[in-house]
T-cell receptor, first 112, second 114 residues
Framework: QQPVQSPQAVILREGEDAVINCSSSKALYSVHWYRQKHGEAPVFLMILLKGGEQKGHEKISASFNEKKQQSSLYLTASQLSYSGTYFCGTRHSGAGSYQLTFGKGTKLSVIP | DSGVTQTPKHLITATGQRVTLRCSPRSGDLSVYWYQQSLDQGLQFLIQYYNGEERAKGNILERFSAQQFPDLHSELNLSSLELGDSALYFC?????????????FGSGTRLTVV
């Protein structure tokens, strides 16, 4: 089951904040977040595990609400380098849960 | 350089042909994953191998097959190619089955079927 990301696209000015959401219709074991710049490979940002804590590094952090089967990625004081497409990947709890399924992505554009 | 090596970077071939994409995982990683990325579908999971054995299968067509060799490199074989198979094919690797660590992606193979 593909997770649903919102918004599909967002434009920010440098220094502004953004939140990207990822929701699933099934119980989740973990959520991954990746950033992909145009023409490049996706780059791993962080993983959130069931029962784990909110994660973050620098000005990018994420939360995982197991009950709501949702995760959110927070980008604060955005920089030009944050531009790209952000993907969440979800792994479900239970049988057949080896697969990491990605959402369709959120395109983030940071302008001066 | 992510440590995951994919070859070739670009491939142009005709419909009906067969191609092989190759992936060498990052040193120490036991799992290899194949994903297909097209403009409107995002990253579609194809198949996963762990230490030589198939672990999970996603939306992989019967015309496609893959394997992981004893040295842990993997190959994705695409046969009877159709125009719709044109896409970016990514290989990724992880230390274990992907439960607690993220994936490292290679730079991809761009396949164009004409």
């Amino acid at each position: 089951q593909q997770p649903v990301q919102s918004p599909q696209a967002v434009i920010l000015r440098e220094g502004e904040d953004a939140v990207i959401n990822c929701s699933s219709s099934k119980a989740l074991y973990s959520v991954h977040w990746y950033r992909q710049k145009h023409g490049e490979a996706p780059v791993f940002l962080m993983i959130l595990l069931k029962g784990g804590e909110q994660k973050g590094h620098e000005k990018i952090s994420a939360s995982f609400n197991e009950k709501k089967q949702q995760s959110s990625l927070y980008l604060t004081a955005s920089q030009l380098s944050y531009s790209g497409t952000y993907f969440c990947g979800t792994r479900h709890s239970g049988a057949g849960s080896y697969q990491l399924t990605f959402g369709k992505g959120t395109k983030l554009s940071v302008i001066p | 350089d992510s440590g995951v090596t994919q070859t070739p970077k670009h491939l142009i071939t005709a419909t009906g042909q067969r191609v092989t994409l190759r992936c060498s995982p990052r040193s120490g990683d036991l799992s290899v994953y194949w994903y297909q990325q097209s403009l409107d579908q995002g990253l579609q999971f194809l198949i996963q191998y762990y230490n030589g054995e198939e672990r999970a299968k996603g939306n992989i067509l019967e015309r496609f097959s893959a394997q992981q060799f004893p040295d842990l490199h993997s190959e994705l074989n695409l046969s009877s190619l159709e125009l719709g198979d044109s896409a970016l094919y990514f290989c990724a690797s992880s230390v274990e089955g992907g439960w607690h660590y993220g994936y490292t992606f290679g730079s991809g193979t761009r396949l164009t079927v004409v």
